[in-house]
């Protein structure tokens, strides 16, 4: 059964190459949000590995943009929160952030200073891990707002850019790897 959510999940998962640079075999995940199976299939498959594995957890935290659209929908379902990482300069009041750089380029992250309590328990979601920058901001804003980070859960993770070793000792829940 969970195969045949894992098979309808990668069926809707489509390589680009050479976007959105040369050399960048990119993987768009935008069918599975034209799903409604394979949607509920993400967050069915989610919402087991956090009830399992953290069955204690205050809050989802989602990374601009793309773990926008899966983070929410997992919070309601675990009847937590949901706080935004957003790319720098959208976020307002105080706010801490981090540059970083990324599979095809660098950013600047940001969080609202009041989104995370200190010793709060997180889980970081986003569609996709290529070498790991943006999440490892992301735990280091974490990091900066004393939370305790429980993991990190992605779609779509890419082995051979090695992002979850750059995340140790944070583990990293992938859906499908390529
Ligand atoms: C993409 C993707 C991840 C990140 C992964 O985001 O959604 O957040 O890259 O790459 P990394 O592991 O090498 O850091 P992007 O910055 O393109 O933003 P978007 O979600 O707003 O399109
Ligand atoms: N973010 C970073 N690298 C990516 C890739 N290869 N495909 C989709 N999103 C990405």
């Known amino acids: ?13 489509r390589p680009f190459p050479d976007f959105p640079s040369e050399g960048i075999l990119f993987r768009d995940i935008c069918p599975i949000m034209k799903s ?9 498959l989610f919402e087991q590995h956090v009830l399992e594995c953290h069955p204690v957890v205050d809050l989802i935290v ?38 970083y750089t990324l599979e095809y380029g660098t950013a600047e992250a ?29 735990c280091e804003l974490m990091k900066k707002l004393l939370a305790e980070v429980l993991g990190c859960l992605v779609v779509v993770s890419l082995k051979d850019l090695s992002g979850a070793d750059k995340l140790k000792p944070h583990t990293v829940f992938p859906l499908i790897q390529y």
Not at 1 to 13: N, W
Not at 129 to 135: N, P, S
């Open 1 to 13: 059964k969970e195969e045949s959510k894992l098979d309808l999940i990668s069926r809707c998962i």
């Open 36 to 44: 409604p199976a394979a949607l509920t299939a993400v967050i069915d």
């Open 62 to 99: 989602g990374i601009d943009a793309r773990g926008f659209l899966f983070g929410p929908l997992l919070a309601q379902r675990l009847g937590v929160g949901f706080v935004m990482v957003r790319k720098k300069g959208k976020l307002p009041g105080p706010t801490v952030s981090v540059a």
């Open 110 to 138: 940001e969080v609202q200073e009041d989104s995370v309590s200190p010793g709060q328990k997180v889980i970081l979601i986003d569609d996709l891990l290529a070498t790991g920058g943006t999440l490892f901001a992301a």
